[in-house]
């Protein structure tokens, strides 16, 4: 069994990751620069196999068009210095013509900043969507990730404006990184705009091993819901210091790749997710073609986890039938610039983008639980679209 | 039977000193001419890698004289590296300012909080004072990031490539052989600053500070100024690392890189200033080292995510090793094999 699972990580590895060696008119090169191993590793590593994946199949079923797809992944450990340079490397050494970042929002700034000089497009696949991609977007930068800080504290306040009394008081958890308590704090702006009352913002700093004091100021202050957007790992040890506490509200987190594991072995029923990807207990036919592709590859990743590298595979795969003879940075920019790609039912919708939204013009969002009743998840609330403005 | 006992045939100590002065010169030429020809055969990735070094180089400089030299325990070098590049960042993106006004203003930035985070040297020492320059590290992310968030520059502050008379510096090499001058400028200067009485005042007060005092070192002013002197050089080459990677973010200046810092000064040596740029090279070099070695074996390099954190652990890995086995670091590696392959004769000289 081995030995099948080496030769077939032999055949992917040649067929995906061969680099520009291999590159040829047909081939479109595109640099991957992802958080592969440190501590974002869990979080990250696995989209960027399902984007792997994605495209070894894609390719391996004479690609779109006749073009295939060449990737040069580099990790960059969620380390600013290490994604500098990694982007300058595409750049400047494998001549490729789009960038995927699958990694933390430190890495941003420098992939935007060599990227933009360098005018190749910037796809966010599996990273969190930042700010310049959202309307109005600067030119060359994408995100098809299914979480977004902003977007989804919008959700998840309009969803728990559903659960909570009127009068509740809500709590708010965050990692003291800007795009994280960017997101919480404008969950708690609406929060007091529809007349709730606000038990604060707690910001955890990085690297934070216990959060028994910020959860117990939320208690102290008489939480009776709480909100978080960070990394899942942030968000769920947050809900585990308030229930260690005998804490027994509902508790709204971002859907990251790891919560429909965490979420079965946790079995919270007051524990919600709003995100935009489905779980795969649906078990749907988009659900099983990725399930069946991970299983056949032999990898031992959870099909889960790697679910917005896969979408990102898709992106790509829509941008290459919409592309012509023209295959350059700039005629790939211009597709990307103006497209709206099938999410073949792992999303709520599709992804569309225009001149000024590179993020998406309407996002579907859908909440997940625990149900004691049947003793596996549930969807808690169905698709419900916003537009994104 | 010492050389001068003996006389005709063997030479004397002092021409023993002037051949060995000439033979580091000659070292020291090749070195340059090294440095200076390197980019005719190098691509632009190891132009990048070798501005990187040069970057890491001046910050381990720093370190290496605070905790090498002067013996004051710092964890807040990434902090020191944040406010010289916030510093830079907010004075580009607040005033437009350029760079002769912005490097300048991150030294005296680095200096000031230098001396502010050096008077606790004054009362605490070893672990007690590593957590107040802990502190520091913290204190500066806290204030960079809500400035980050205030200014709505969540992904981080964006600066344009530095123009210097005229001349953009974006170019590879254009910044290989800035930075090579600059940290060549930076080596010059410490040494010189350790063969003055300053530098020996606080090789002094390293040793012993009761001593020191007793001989008459005036051991605050010493401590002070061994602060303000290196944390205006590690804002310096925090202000380098914004222009060269083109922004500036909290995220960039974790604890792991004070870490790695002192990781270099470790693995350098202890002690030696060209420790700390060898410290540099090699703390930057692992992770591509190790990334080239799994692609280099087939069977490793199966599976990307394994090589990569096959590289992260290494790193530790090579930290224990030098710990352990090597306390004086590649500098006492590299004293060992010049003795070994020195002339009897020579390693007689040899202390």
């Known amino acids: ?389 | 039977m010492s050389n001068i006992e003996t006389g005709i045939g063997k030479m004397t100590p002092a021409t023993t000193r002037r051949k060995r002065l000439s033979q580091n010169q000659v070292a020291w030429i090749g070195l340059i001419v090294l440095l200076v020809l390197l980019p005719t055969s190098a691509t632009p990735f190891h132009l990048d890698i070798a501005s990187q070094i040069f970057i890491a180089g001046i910050g381990a400089l720093a370190l290496m004289v605070l905790t090498g030299i002067a013996g004051q325990i710092s964890l807040g070098h990434s902090g020191l590296m944040a406010a010289g590049a916030f510093t830079t960042g907010i004075l580009y993106k607040e005033a437009g300012a350029g760079i002769w006004i912005t490097l300048p203003a991150s030294v005296v930035a680095g200096a000031v909080i230098g001396l502010i985070f050096g008077l606790p040297s004054l009362r605490l020492r070893g672990i007690y004072l590593a957590m107040s320059t802990l502190a520091l590290h913290f204190l500066v992310i806290y204030l960079g990031g809500e400035y980050e968030f205030a200014s709505g520059a969540s992904t981080g502050i964006f600066l344009d490539p530095p123009v210097v008379f005229g001349f953009e510096i974006y170019d590879g090499y254009a910044w290989y052989y800035v930075l090579l001058a600059l940290v060549a400028g930076t080596y010059w200067g410490c040494r010189n600053l350790l063969n003055s009485k300053t530098g020996r005042a606080w090789e002094a007060l390293h040793a012993n500070e009761t001593a020191a005092e007793a001989l008459g070192v005036q051991v605050a002013n010493y401590k002070l100024l061994a602060f303000v002197i290196t944390s205006g050089i590690a804002s310096f080459s925090g202000a380098l690392f914004a222009y060269y990677q083109n922004f500036v973010s909290v995220e960039a200046f974790t604890l792991f890189l004070s870490i790695q810092y002192i990781a270099m000064i470790i693995i350098g040596g202890m002690g030696s200033l060209p420790g700390a740029l060898l410290g540099a090279v090699f703390v930057t070099l692992v992770p591509y080292f190790v990334e080239w070695l799994m692609e280099a074996v087939p069977y490793i390099g199966l599976d990307i995510t394994t090589v990569s954190s096959a590289s992260y652990a290494a790193f530790g890995l090579l930290m224990i090793l030098f710990l352990v086995f090597e306390p004086s670091g590649l500098t006492g590696i590299w004293k060992r094999l010049v003795g070994q392959f020195a002339s009897p004769s020579k390693r007689e000289d040899t202390p």
């Not at chain 1, 032999?10 to 958080?35: F, H, K, M």
Request: aromatic share 8%.
């Open chain 1, 1 to 389: 069994m081995k030995i099948i699972q080496f030769a077939k990580s032999l055949v992917l590895s040649a067929t995906v990751a061969a680099g520009p060696a291999l590159a040829a008119d047909d081939e479109v090169v595109i640099g991957v620069s992802a958080a592969l191993s440190g501590s974002a590793a869990g979080t990250y590593a696995a989209p960027a196999e399902g984007l792997k994946l994605y495209l070894h199949l894609l390719n391996e079923a004479g690609g779109v068009n006749g073009k295939t797809v060449s990737l040069v992944i580099y990790d960059d450990q969620g380390d600013a210095s290490r994604a500098a340079s990694n982007a300058k490397r595409f750049l400047t050494q494998d001549d490729v013509q789009m960038i995927i970042s699958v990694s933390t929002s430190a890495t941003f700034a420098p992939i935007i900043s060599q990227a933009t000089r360098g005018k190749v497009p910037v796809l966010f696949a599996g990273s969190v969507c930042p700010a310049e991609t959202m309307p109005p977007a600067k030119p060359l930068l994408y995100c098809s990730t299914g979480f977004s800080a902003v977007h989804d504290s919008i959700a998840m306040v309009d969803y728990l404006r559903d659960r909570e009394s009127s009068d509740a008081t809500v709590g708010f958890s965050a990692m003291g990184i800007p795009i994280s308590r960017a997101g919480m704090e404008e969950a708690e702006r609406l929060v007091l705009k529809a007349d709730m009352k606000s038990a604060g913002v707690e910001i955890a700093p990085p690297g934070t091993a216990d959060y028994t004091s910020f959860a117990t100021k939320l208690i102290q202050n008489g939480a009776d819901s709480v909100l978080s957007w960070a990394p899942w790992a942030v968000q769920i040890r947050f809900v585990d210091a308030l229930r260690k506490q005998g804490w027994k509200g509902n508790a709204y987190v971002g859907h990251l790749a790891e919560a429909e594991l965490e979420m079965m072995k946790m079995k919270d029923p007051n524990l919600f997710t709003l995100g935009t990807n489905v779980m795969l207990f649906e078990d749907s036919e988009a659900t099983q073609t990725l399930v069946n592709a991970v299983k056949e590859s032999g990898s031992n990743l959870h099909p889960e986890s790697i679910l917005d590298g896969w979408v990102g595979g898709i992106v790509v795969e829509g941008v290459l039938e919409q592309l012509g003879e023209d295959t350059s940075a700039e005629a790939i920019n211009a597709v990307m610039s103006n497209i709206e790609i099938d999410t073949k039912g792992l999303r709520g919708g599709p992804i569309k983008w225009t001149d000024d939204n590179h993020f998406r013009e309407t996002i579907y969002y859908r909440a997940y639980r625990w149900s004691d009743e049947k003793s596996a998840m549930e969807i808690a609330r169905d698709w419900k679209a916003y537009e994104v403005e």
